[in-house]
C-alpha cells in the first residue's frame, strides 16, 4: 500500500503538470517558440559564415581601414654609362596626400573646413579648387594623392600652411622626379618612366624597372573615423628601398660623337626617315652607342615631334601617343626592320670561305647570272666587272658573284643553316624590350636564295647585323649584344652583372681573318673608300637597298657596317639612312664616310694607337698645287681648297664666310705640296701673322714627322717614305703658321711599316 | 530488520515530498532567471570596453567610466526592481493598473512629440526629471493593455469578435501612428509583432483577421492612389514611407557602400569578420573607436563579437535562446490566462528585438535603430525592461511547473 503510494508520488513529481487553463494557446506558445528559436538558429548560422569562412576577408578590410598608410617613394636607382658618366638620376621630391574621411569629419564639426583646405592647397599646388574639393568627396578611398613630383619648397610651403592653419587631413611626405641630365642623349636607350609607358617604349628605364623601382616604404597608422591614431598603436614607418644603379655598356662621350654625325649625316643627305647607327665592341658585343633619329628629350618626352604639323598637340592624346611611338620614341636600330643590301654580302662571303667553297683569289666572273627566268646584273651600268677574283668581287660588289656563290656553291640548306647560326632568325636577346624579329623567306627557292646572297628580299634589324658582323670580326664568335654592364646597390655591391655570352662559334678564326683581309680591301680601294681612316685598317662594306614605299625621291636606304683596326678589331660600326634625298642614293658615299668620322673619332677617343700602312703613306704622297684663294670670298675659297684635298685654318676669323674676303693665303698659290696640307687664311689688310719654331724632324718617320707638323701647323713636302734623314727649314727657325717644310726621307727600313 | 526498512521508507518519502515541495514551490523560474542576470552582466562588461572608446573620443567628458557607472548603477537598480516585483508584487494586482498605464504611455508619446528632443531626425527622448523613451513605456503599456483585454472574461468575448478592433485596435493603432510621427520605424514593427502575437493567443477570431486585411487593403490602395495623385504629400524626408523605402533601397544596393547607413553597417561586418572564432580579447576591439557609430548601443553585439569572437556570441545567442525557451515556459505553465498572455508579450517582445538586432548588425536585413534587450547600454529602457522582468518572473513564481 504505502509502497504504491510512494511510487504514485514520486511519478507525479516528475510527470507533474499544471491544469491546463490555457486550452488551445499550448501548441501555439510553441510552435511560435521553435519558430524564434529557429531563426535565432539561423542568424547563429549567419554569425558562423562571417566569423569563420568570411572572417579573414574581413579581418584584412578592417586592417586596411584601420591602418592607413600613406606610401613613401623610394629613390629611383641612378642610369650611368660605362664610365660613371650620370645619364639618369632621381631628385628628391614632395607627394601631398589627403585623408578625406578626416576633412570630412573635421567639416562636419567646423563647417566651411572642406573649402578652406580645397583653397589652401589650390593656392599653393597646382591643382584646380574643384579637383580638390572632388577627392575630398571621394568616399571610397582613404587618400588620394594631390600632387606628386612636386618641388621640395613646394612641398615645405603646404607643409608650413599646415602647420600655420593647424590643418588637418593633410599631408607631405617625400617622392622623387627623374631627371635626365643629358637631355636628348641615348633617349631611346634610356627610356622613360611612367605607367602608361611602362614596358612599351623598351629603354633602360622599363626594362630595368625591377632593379631600378626599388620598394616604396610606408607611414601606417592605426586610425579612428577621424583619422586620429589611436592610443595604443605607435606610427611604424617602413623605410623605402632605394632602386639599385644601373650600369649600362655605352659611352657617354662616344654616343654623342654617334648623335651629332648620325644628325649631321641626316642633314646633310636629307635622309627622310631618318637613320640609325650602332657602335658595337666585336670581342664581347658591347655596345658602346646606339642612336636612331629622330629623338626626343626625356625631360619633355611628350614635346611635339618637329616634323609633325599639329597646332592642337598635347601629347597624351592616345593619337598623340601613337605619332611618337611611330616618330621619336622609336629605336630604329632594334625596333624596325630594313633590307640590308650589300652589307650582307659579308654573311655569304664568311659562308663561302668557311665552307672551302671559294678563297679570296678564286677567279669568278661578273657576267649576269640567269636563273628562273631572272637575270642578276651587276650594280655598275655601263658593263659589268668581267672575270676577277673573290676578292674583286667584293671591293666592286659584284651581285651575280654572289648570287652564283650561294646558289651553286652554297646551296639552300647550308646558306640557311648558316643564316640561323649568325643568329638571323632568332631575336639577338638583347636587354631591351621591343626588338622587332626579322622576314626570311620560309621555303626558299633558287632565286630566293639569290637575291638574299647580296641582302635583298629580307628584312633584319640593324642590331642583328651588327652582332653577325661582330662575329665576323672576333674569330667567329656570336655574342649577345650587351647593353648593360652591371647592376649594383647603393653601396656599390654587384647585384646583377651582364657578362659576354657566347650563343655559338658561326665561323673559324682564320675565315674570320681572311673575310676582314677581303672587306679591307672595300674600303682601302673600292666601294667603301669614303670609310677610309689614316692609321686604323679600316674594313667593311656599303649597302644600298630599296624599300618598297613608292616615293619618288629617297626610297633607298643607305648603310655601311665596318670594322677596325683589320688586325685587332676594336670596333664595329653599322650606319643606316633612312630616304636620303640629296644626290644619288649610295651606302658607299652617303654611309660610308659618316663610318670613316666615327672610326677616325672614337678610335682616336679609345687611344687606340694608328699603325700606318704603306697605304696610308702612298695617300699621303699625293700633292696639289694650292689655289689662289687671295680675293675670294671665305666660303668660295674653303669650296676650292677642299675640292683639291686641303682644308684650311681661318687665323683671324670673324664676320660671315659669304662676305670675308680672303687678303692673304699661306703656302703661296702654286705651291706643290701634299694634298691634306692645311692653308692658313687671313682675312685682315696687313694680318698680324702667326708664327710657330721649327721643329727637329730627322729621324722621324714620315708619319711621325706628318703629326707633329701639322700639330704644329705646319705643311710638308715629301717625296718618299721612311725616315727622315734631312728638312729643308733648320730646327729652331721661326717661321710663319702654314709654312711648308721640305723633309727627305731614306726607305731603308722596310719593316717600319709593317 | 523491518524497522530499519521502516525507517527507510519513511525517509525516502519525506525526501520526495521535499523535492516535490521544492519544484513546486513559490520559487522563480531559475534558468530564466539565470539568464537575464549572465545577460546584464555580459552587457554590463561590453558597454565598459565599447564606452572606454567612446570616452577616448569625447575628450571632454571626464573619463572612461562615465558611462560603465551610469550602466551598472541601471543595471543593479533594475535588478532590485526586477527582484522586488518577482518576490513581492503580483502581477494581478498590476494588471489593474492596465488600462490608466496605457492612458499614460499615450499621453507620454504625445509629449514626446511636442517637447521631445531631436536626436538624429526623430524625437524620440522626452525629458521630465529623467530623460527616457516613452516608447519603451508604452510597449511594456501595450503588453498589458493587450493582455488586460484577453485576459477580463467579458470583456475577452467581445475582443476576440469584431468589437475588439474597436476595444484594442484603434487604441493600439494610435500609439503606432504617434511612435511613427517620431519616426521610430522599429518599434511600430516590434509592436505589430507583440499585437499580432497577443491577438493570436488571445484568440481572436477569424472574422477579425479578414476586417483586418481588407482594411490594409484599402491602406495601401489609398496610399497608391495619394501617391498618385498628389505626389508632393510623400516628399518631405521626415515622412515614414519614404524612409522606409530609402532603407529598405540601401539594403539592397550593394554598390553604395560607402554611403553614411551602408558604411554603418559594413564597419559592423568589419568589426564581426575580424572577430574570427576567439576574437582580438576583451577590450583589444579597433572597430569601436568610431568606426562603428554607438558602439555600446545598438552595435555593442558587434564590439562583442570583434572582441570575444565566435565563441562569445553562440554563448550569448544560447542564453538568449535559453530565455526565449523559458518564458515561453512560463506562459504556458501560467496559473491563469492574464499571467499566460503577460509573459507570452513580455517573451516576445524581447525574442523580437534580439532578433531585429542581430540581423540588422549582420546585415541580415535593413538598417535600423534597435537596441539589443538587457545588453545594450541604456538607463532607464534597462530599468523598464527589468521591471517587465520582474513581471514574468513574479508569473513563474506564482506557477507550478518543474523551475529546473
Same mark, same amino acid.
Given at each position: 500500500?504505502?509502497?504504491?503510494?510512494?511510487?504514485?508520488?514520486?511519478?507525479?513529481?516528475?510527470?507533474y503538470?499544471?491544469?491546463?487553463?490555457?486550452?488551445?494557446?499550448?501548441?501555439?506558445?510553441?510552435?511560435?517558440?521553435?519558430?524564434?528559436?529557429?531563426?535565432l538558429?539561423?542568424?547563429?548560422?549567419?554569425?558562423?559564415?562571417?566569423q569563420?569562412?568570411?572572417?579573414?576577408?574581413?579581418?584584412?578590410?578592417?586592417?586596411?581601414?584601420?591602418?592607413?598608410?600613406?606610401?613613401?617613394?623610394?629613390?629611383?636607382?641612378?642610369?650611368?654609362? +660605362?664610365?660613371?658618366?650620370?645619364?639618369?638620376?632621381?631628385?628628391?621630391? %614632395?607627394?601631398?596626400?589627403?585623408?578625406?574621411?578626416?576633412?570630412?569629419n573635421?567639416?562636419?564639426?567646423?563647417?566651411?573646413?572642406?573649402?578652406?583646405?580645397?583653397?589652401?592647397?589650390?593656392?599653393?599646388?597646382?591643382?584646380?579648387y574643384?579637383?580638390?574639393?572632388?577627392?575630398?568627396?571621394?568616399?571610397?578611398?582613404?587618400?588620394?594623392?594631390?600632387?606628386?613630383?612636386?618641388?621640395?619648397?613646394?612641398?615645405?610651403?603646404?607643409?608650413?600652411?599646415?602647420?600655420? *592653419?593647424?590643418?588637418?587631413?593633410?599631408?607631405?611626405?617625400?617622392?622623387?622626379?627623374?631627371?635626365?641630365?643629358?637631355? +636628348?642623349?641615348?633617349?631611346?636607350?634610356i627610356g622613360?618612366?611612367?605607367?602608361?609607358d611602362? @614596358?612599351?617604349?623598351?629603354?633602360?628605364?622599363?626594362?630595368?624597372?625591377?632593379?631600378l623601382?626599388?620598394?616604396? @616604404?610606408?607611414?601606417?597608422?592605426?586610425?579612428?573615423?577621424?583619422?586620429?591614431?589611436l592610443?595604443?598603436d605607435?606610427?611604424? +614607418?617602413?623605410?623605402?628601398?632605394?632602386?639599385?644603379?644601373? =650600369?649600362?655598356?655605352?659611352?657617354?662621350?662616344?654616343?654623342?660623337?654617334?648623335?651629332?654625325?648620325?644628325?649631321?649625316?641626316?642633314?646633310?643627305?636629307?635622309?627622310? +626617315?631618318?637613320?640609325?647607327?650602332?657602335?658595337?665592341?666585336?670581342?664581347?658585343?658591347?655596345?658602346?652607342?646606339?642612336?636612331?633619329?629622330?629623338?626626343?628629350?626625356?625631360?619633355?618626352?611628350?614635346a611635339?615631334?618637329?616634323?609633325?604639323?599639329?597646332?592642337?598637340?598635347?601629347?597624351?592624346?592616345?593619337?598623340?601617343?601613337?605619332?611618337?611611338?611611330?616618330? =621619336?620614341w622609336?629605336?630604329?636600330?632594334?625596333?624596325?626592320?630594313?633590307?640590308?643590301?650589300?652589307?650582307?654580302?659579308?654573311?655569304?662571303?664568311?659562308?663561302?670561305?668557311?665552307?672551302?667553297?671559294?678563297?679570296?683569289?678564286?677567279?669568278?666572273?661578273?657576267a649576269?647570272?640567269?636563273?628562273?627566268?631572272?637575270?642578276?646584273?651587276?650594280?655598275?651600268?655601263?658593263?659589268?666587272?668581267?672575270n676577277e677574283?673573290?676578292?674583286?668581287?667584293?671591293? %666592286?660588289?659584284?651581285?651575280?658573284?654572289?648570287?652564283?656563290?650561294?646558289?651553286?656553291?652554297i646551296?639552300?640548306?647550308?646558306?640557311?643553316?648558316?643564316? *640561323?647560326?649568325? @643568329?638571323?632568325?632568332?631575336?639577338?636577346?638583347?636587354?631591351?624590350?621591343?626588338?622587332?624579329?626579322?622576314?626570311?623567306?620560309?621555303?626558299?627557292?633558287?632565286?630566293?636564295?639569290?637575291?638574299?646572297?647580296?641582302?635583298?628580299?629580307?628584312?633584319?634589324?640593324?642590331?642583328?647585323?651588327?652582332?653577325?658582323?661582330?662575329?665576323?670580326?672576333?674569330?667567329?664568335?656570336?655574342?649577345?649584344?650587351?647593353?648593360?654592364?652591371?647592376?649594383?646597390?647603393?653601396?656599390?655591391?654587384?647585384?646583377?652583372?651582364?657578362?659576354? %655570352?657566347? =650563343?655559338?662559334?658561326?665561323?673559324?678564326?682564320?675565315?674570320?681573318?681572311?673575310l676582314?683581309?677581303?672587306?679591307?680591301?672595300?674600303?682601302?680601294?673600292?666601294?667603301?673608300?669614303?670609310?677610309?681612316?689614316a692609321?686604323?685598317?679600316?674594313?667593311?662594306k656599303?649597302?644600298?637597298?630599296?624599300?618598297?614605299?613608292?616615293?619618288?625621291?629617297?626610297r633607298?636606304?643607305?648603310s655601311?657596317?665596318?670594322?677596325?683596326?683589320?688586325?685587332n678589331?676594336?670596333?664595329?660600326?653599322?650606319?643606316?639612312?633612312?630616304?636620303?634625298?640629296?644626290?644619288?642614293?649610295?651606302?658607299?658615299?652617303?654611309?660610308?664616310?659618316?663610318?670613316?668620322?666615327?672610326?677616325d673619332k672614337?678610335?682616336?677617343?679609345?687611344?687606340?694607337?694608328?699603325?700606318?700602312?704603306?697605304l696610308?703613306?702612298?695617300?699621303?704622297?699625293?700633292?696639289?698645287y694650292?689655289?689662289?684663294?687671295?680675293?675670294?670670298?671665305? *666660303?668660295d675659297?674653303?669650296?676650292l681648297?677642299?675640292?683639291?684635298?686641303?682644308s684650311?685654318?681661318?687665323?683671324?676669323?670673324?664676320?660671315?664666310?659669304?662676305?670675308?674676303?680672303?687678303?692673304?693665303?699661306?703656302?703661296?698659290?702654286?705651291?706643290?705640296?701634299?694634298?691634306?696640307?692645311?692653308?692658313?687664311?687671313?682675312?685682315?689688310?696687313?694680318?698680324?701673322?702667326?708664327?710657330?719654331?721649327?721643329?727637329?724632324?730627322?729621324?722621324?718617320?714620315?708619319q711621325?714627322?706628318?703629326?707633329?707638323?701639322?700639330?704644329?701647323?705646319?705643311?710638308?713636302?715629301?717625296?718618299?717614305?721612311?725616315?727622315?734623314?734631312?728638312?729643308?727649314?733648320?730646327?729652331?727657325?721661326k717661321?710663319?703658321?702654314?709654312?711648308?717644310?721640305?723633309?727627305?726621307?731614306?726607305?731603308?727600313?722596310?719593316?717600319?711599316?709593317? | 530488520?523491518?524497522?530499519?526498512?521502516?525507517?527507510?521508507?519513511?525517509?525516502?518519502?519525506?525526501?520526495?515530498?521535499?523535492?516535490?515541495?521544492?519544484?513546486?514551490?513559490?520559487?522563480?523560474d531559475?534558468?530564466?532567471?539565470?539568464?537575464?542576470?549572465?545577460l546584464?552582466?555580459?552587457g554590463?562588461?561590453?558597454?565598459f570596453?565599447?564606452?572606454s572608446?567612446?570616452?577616448?573620443?569625447?575628450?571632454?567628458?571626464?573619463?572612461?567610466?562615465?558611462?560603465?557607472?551610469?550602466?551598472?548603477?541601471?543595471?543593479?537598480?533594475?535588478?532590485?526592481?526586477?527582484?522586488?516585483?518577482?518576490n513581492?508584487?503580483?502581477y494581478?494586482?498590476?494588471?489593474?493598473?492596465?488600462?490608466?498605464?496605457?492612458?499614460?504611455?499615450?499621453?507620454?508619446?504625445?509629449l514626446?512629440?511636442?517637447?521631445?528632443?531631436?536626436?538624429?531626425?526623430a524625437?524620440?527622448?522626452?525629458?521630465?526629471g529623467?530623460?527616457?523613451?516613452?516608447?519603451? !513605456?508604452?510597449?511594456?503599456?501595450?503588453?498589458?493593455?493587450?493582455?488586460?483585454?484577453?485576459?477580463?472574461?467579458?470583456?475577452?468575448?467581445?475582443?476576440?469578435?469584431?468589437?475588439?478592433?474597436?476595444?484594442?485596435?484603434?487604441?493600439?493603432?494610435?500609439?503606432?501612428?504617434?511612435?511613427?510621427?517620431?519616426?521610430?520605424?522599429?518599434?511600430?514593427?516590434?509592436?505589430?509583432?507583440?499585437?499580432?502575437?497577443?491577438?493570436?493567443?488571445?484568440?481572436?477570431?477569424?472574422p477579425?483577421?479578414?476586417?483586418?486585411?481588407?482594411?490594409?487593403?484599402?491602406?495601401?490602395?489609398?496610399?497608391?492612389?495619394?501617391?498618385?495623385?498628389?505626389?508632393?504629400?510623400?516628399?518631405?524626408?521626415?515622412?515614414?514611407?519614404?524612409?522606409?523605402?530609402?532603407?529598405?533601397?540601401?539594403?539592397?544596393?550593394?554598390?553604395?557602400?560607402?554611403?553614411?547607413?551602408?558604411?554603418?553597417?559594413?564597419?559592423?561586418?568589419?568589426?564581426?569578420?575580424?572577430?574570427?572564432?576567439?576574437?582580438?580579447?576583451?577590450?583589444?576591439?579597433?572597430?569601436?573607436?568610431?568606426?562603428?557609430?554607438?558602439?555600446?548601443?545598438?552595435?555593442?553585439?558587434?564590439?562583442?563579437?570583434?572582441?570575444?569572437?565566435?565563441?562569445?556570441?553562440t554563448?550569448?545567442?544560447?542564453?538568449?535562446?535559453?530565455?526565449?525557451?523559458?518564458?515561453?515556459?512560463?506562459?504556458?505553465?501560467?496559473?491563469?490566462r492574464?499571467g499566460?498572455?503577460l509573459?507570452?508579450?513580455?517573451?516576445?517582445l524581447?525574442?523580437?528585438? !534580439?532578433?531585429?538586432?542581430?540581423?540588422?548588425?549582420?546585415?541580415?536585413?535593413?538598417?535600423?535603430?534597435?537596441?539589443?534587450?538587457?545588453?545594450?547600454?541604456?538607463?532607464?529602457?534597462?530599468?523598464?525592461?527589468?521591471?517587465?522582468?520582474?513581471?514574468?518572473?513574479?508569473?513563474?513564481?506564482?506557477?507550478?511547473?518543474?523551475?529546473?
Amino acid at each position: 500500500m504505502e509502497k504504491k503510494e510512494l511510487k504514485r508520488k514520486i511519478k507525479e513529481t516528475f510527470t507533474y503538470k499544471s491544469e491546463d487553463v490555457h486550452p488551445g494557446t499550448r501548441w501555439k506558445t510553441y510552435l511560435l517558440c521553435i519558430i524564434l528559436l529557429t531563426v535565432l538558429c539561423a542568424l547563429l548560422v549567419r554569425f558562423a559564415y562571417l566569423q569563420i569562412i568570411k572572417g579573414e576577408e574581413y579581418q584584412e578590410k578592417a586592417y586596411q581601414q584601420q591602418n592607413s598608410w600613406r606610401t613613401i617613394s623610394a629613390d629611383r636607382g641612378t642610369i650611368t654609362d +660605362r664610365n660613371g658618366n650620370v645619364l639618369a638620376v632621381s631628385i628628391a621630391a %614632395n607627394i601631398v596626400t589627403i585623408d578625406p574621411y578626416v576633412i570630412r569629419n573635421t567639416d562636419k564639426n567646423n563647417p566651411g573646413y572642406k573649402e578652406k583646405v580645397a583653397g589652401g592647397l589650390s593656392s599653393i599646388l597646382d591643382v584646380e579648387y574643384d579637383e580638390i574639393l572632388e577627392m575630398i568627396s571621394a568616399k571610397k578611398s582613404r587618400y588620394k594623392v594631390v600632387a606628386e613630383k612636386v618641388d621640395i619648397s613646394v612641398g615645405d610651403e603646404v607643409e608650413k600652411w599646415i602647420k600655420d *592653419k593647424k590643418i588637418k587631413g593633410v599631408y607631405v611626405d617625400e617622392d622623387s622626379v627623374r631627371y635626365y641630365p643629358n637631355g +636628348r642623349l641615348a633617349s631611346h636607350l634610356i627610356g622613360i618612366t611612367g605607367k602608361d609607358d611602362q @614596358g612599351l617604349l623598351g629603354g633602360i628605364e622599363s626594362t630595368f624597372d625591377k632593379y631600378l623601382s626599388g620598394t616604396p @616604404g610606408r607611414i601606417i597608422t592605426a586610425v579612428d573615423v577621424y583619422g586620429n591614431e589611436l592610443p595604443y598603436d605607435e606610427v611604424t +614607418r617602413l623605410d623605402p628601398v632605394n632602386g639599385y644603379d644601373v =650600369v649600362m655598356t655605352i659611352d657617354a662621350t662616344i654616343q654623342k660623337m654617334v648623335e651629332e654625325e648620325l644628325k649631321n649625316a641626316i642633314d646633310t643627305y636629307g635622309a627622310q +626617315r631618318g637613320g640609325t647607327i650602332v657602335v658595337m665592341k666585336p670581342e664581347t658585343a658591347e655596345i658602346l652607342a646606339m642612336a636612331s633619329y629622330p629623338d626626343y628629350d626625356l625631360n619633355d618626352p611628350y614635346a611635339k615631334p618637329d616634323s609633325i604639323q599639329d597646332d592642337n598637340w598635347n601629347g597624351h592624346t592616345t593619337q598623340d601617343v601613337q605619332t611618337l611611338y611611330a616618330t =621619336v620614341w622609336r629605336n630604329k636600330a632594334l625596333v624596325d626592320t630594313y633590307e640590308p643590301g650589300s652589307t650582307f654580302k659579308s654573311i655569304t662571303s664568311a659562308i663561302g670561305l668557311e665552307e672551302n667553297l671559294i678563297t679570296a683569289t678564286s677567279p669568278v666572273s661578273d657576267a649576269p647570272y640567269s636563273l628562273a627566268g631572272w637575270t642578276i646584273h651587276c650594280w655598275r651600268k655601263n658593263g659589268d666587272h668581267g672575270n676577277e677574283t673573290f676578292e674583286e668581287a667584293v671591293k %666592286n660588289s659584284c651581285n651575280p658573284v654572289f648570287s652564283k656563290l650561294a646558289v651553286e656553291k652554297i646551296g639552300i640548306p647550308c646558306y640557311y643553316r648558316y643564316i *640561323k647560326a649568325f @643568329g638571323f632568325n632568332d631575336k639577338t636577346g638583347i636587354e631591351l624590350e621591343g626588338e622587332a624579329g626579322s622576314i626570311f623567306h620560309s621555303n626558299p627557292t633558287d632565286i630566293d636564295l639569290a637575291v638574299t646572297a647580296f641582302g635583298q628580299r629580307i628584312q633584319i634589324t640593324p642590331i642583328q647585323l651588327a652582332t653577325a658582323y661582330c662575329a665576323i670580326a672576333n674569330g667567329g664568335y656570336l655574342r649577345t649584344p650587351l647593353i648593360v654592364k652591371e647592376v649594383v646597390n647603393s653601396d656599390g655591391l654587384v647585384i646583377k652583372k651582364y657578362n659576354e %655570352n657566347t =650563343v655559338r662559334q658561326v665561323i673559324s678564326g682564320s675565315t674570320s681573318k681572311t673575310l676582314l683581309s677581303i672587306l679591307e680591301q672595300v674600303v682601302a680601294d673600292g666601294t667603301g673608300s669614303n670609310a677610309y681612316v689614316a692609321g686604323y685598317r679600316v674594313t667593311g662594306k656599303t649597302g644600298t637597298s630599296e624599300t618598297l614605299t613608292t616615293d619618288t625621291d629617297g626610297r633607298y636606304i643607305v648603310s655601311f657596317c665596318g670594322i677596325a683596326p683589320a688586325d685587332n678589331p676594336e670596333l664595329v660600326i653599322l650606319v643606316v639612312l633612312d630616304h636620303p634625298t640629296v644626290g644619288s642614293a649610295s651606302g658607299g658615299r652617303q654611309a660610308a664616310p659618316v663610318a670613316g668620322n666615327l672610326f677616325d673619332k672614337i678610335l682616336t677617343y679609345m687611344e687606340v694607337e694608328r699603325r700606318y700602312t704603306d697605304l696610308d703613306d702612298e695617300n699621303m704622297m699625293v700633292k696639289s698645287y694650292v689655289p689662289k684663294i687671295v680675293g675670294m670670298t671665305v *666660303k668660295d675659297a674653303a669650296d676650292l681648297l677642299g675640292k683639291k684635298g686641303f682644308s684650311f685654318t681661318l687665323a683671324d676669323a670673324d664676320g660671315d664666310y659669304d662676305t670675308t674676303i680672303v687678303t692673304e693665303q699661306i703656302p703661296a698659290p702654286n705651291t706643290y705640296i701634299n694634298s691634306n696640307s692645311k692653308v692658313i687664311i687671313y682675312t685682315k689688310e696687313n694680318p698680324v701673322k702667326f708664327t710657330v719654331t721649327v721643329p727637329k724632324l730627322i729621324g722621324m718617320t714620315l708619319q711621325e714627322a706628318n703629326d707633329l707638323l701639322s700639330e704644329l701647323g705646319l705643311n710638308m713636302k715629301a717625296d718618299n717614305i721612311g725616315v727622315v734623314i734631312s728638312q729643308s727649314i733648320e730646327p729652331g727657325t721661326k717661321v710663319e703658321k702654314g709654312s711648308v717644310i721640305t723633309i727627305t726621307l731614306e726607305n731603308n727600313d722596310t719593316e717600319a711599316f709593317g | 530488520m523491518d524497522d530499519s526498512q521502516e525507517k527507510i521508507k519513511k525517509k525516502s518519502i519525506q525526501i520526495a515530498e521535499k523535492f516535490r515541495q521544492t519544484i513546486r514551490s513559490e520559487q522563480m523560474d531559475f534558468w530564466l532567471l539565470l539568464s537575464i542576470i549572465l545577460l546584464v552582466g555580459m552587457g554590463t562588461m561590453m558597454v565598459f570596453s565599447a564606452s572606454s572608446a567612446a570616452a577616448y573620443r569625447l575628450s571632454t567628458s571626464s573619463s572612461a567610466y562615465t558611462i560603465l557607472t551610469k550602466q551598472i548603477l541601471f543595471a543593479v537598480g533594475g535588478t532590485i526592481i526586477m527582484l522586488i516585483i518577482a518576490n513581492w508584487g503580483d502581477y494581478k494586482l498590476l494588471s489593474r493598473f492596465s488600462i490608466p498605464l496605457y492612458v499614460v504611455s499615450i499621453i507620454l508619446l504625445i509629449l514626446v512629440l511636442l517637447i521631445g528632443s531631436v536626436y538624429n531626425n526623430a524625437k524620440r527622448w522626452l525629458n521630465i526629471g529623467v530623460e527616457f523613451q516613452p516608447s519603451e !513605456v508604452f510597449k511594456i503599456a501595450l503588453i498589458f493593455f493587450l493582455a488586460y483585454v484577453f485576459s477580463r472574461p467579458g470583456l475577452a468575448f467581445k475582443a476576440q469578435r469584431l468589437m475588439g478592433l474597436v476595444i484594442y485596435f484603434v487604441p493600439a493603432v494610435l500609439g503606432l501612428l504617434l511612435i511613427a510621427a517620431q519616426p521610430h520605424m522599429s518599434c511600430v514593427v516590434i509592436c505589430l509583432f507583440v499585437l499580432g502575437v497577443m491577438m493570436i493567443m488571445g484568440k481572436v477570431r477569424m472574422p477579425t483577421y479578414i476586417a483586418l486585411i481588407i482594411l490594409a487593403g484599402l491602406f495601401v490602395l489609398g496610399l497608391i492612389l495619394i501617391t498618385k495623385y498628389f505626389p508632393n504629400v510623400f516628399d518631405s524626408d521626415k515622412f515614414s514611407l519614404t524612409y522606409i523605402v530609402d532603407r529598405i533601397k540601401l539594403f539592397f544596393d550593394k554598390e553604395s557602400s560607402g554611403e553614411v547607413d551602408n558604411y554603418q553597417i559594413e564597419q559592423s561586418l568589419y568589426a564581426i569578420g575580424s572577430g574570427g572564432l576567439f576574437g582580438r580579447g576583451f577590450g583589444q576591439g579597433v572597430q569601436k573607436y568610431m568606426y562603428l557609430p554607438e558602439p555600446y548601443n545598438d552595435f555593442i553585439f558587434s564590439i562583442l563579437a570583434e572582441e570575444l569572437g565566435f565563441v562569445g556570441v553562440t554563448i550569448v545567442i544560447c542564453l538568449f535562446a535559453l530565455f526565449i525557451f523559458r518564458g515561453y515556459k512560463i506562459a504556458v505553465n501560467a496559473p491563469d490566462r492574464l499571467g499566460s498572455l503577460l509573459a507570452t508579450g513580455i517573451t516576445s517582445l524581447i525574442a523580437i528585438q !534580439v532578433i531585429m538586432n542581430l540581423a540588422v548588425v549582420s546585415k541580415s536585413m535593413p538598417v535600423t535603430g534597435i537596441s539589443l534587450p538587457l545588453f545594450s547600454y541604456g538607463g532607464t529602457s534597462l530599468v523598464i525592461l527589468m521591471a517587465a522582468m520582474g513581471v514574468l518572473l513574479n508569473i513563474s513564481k506564482q506557477s507550478h511547473y518543474n523551475k529546473f
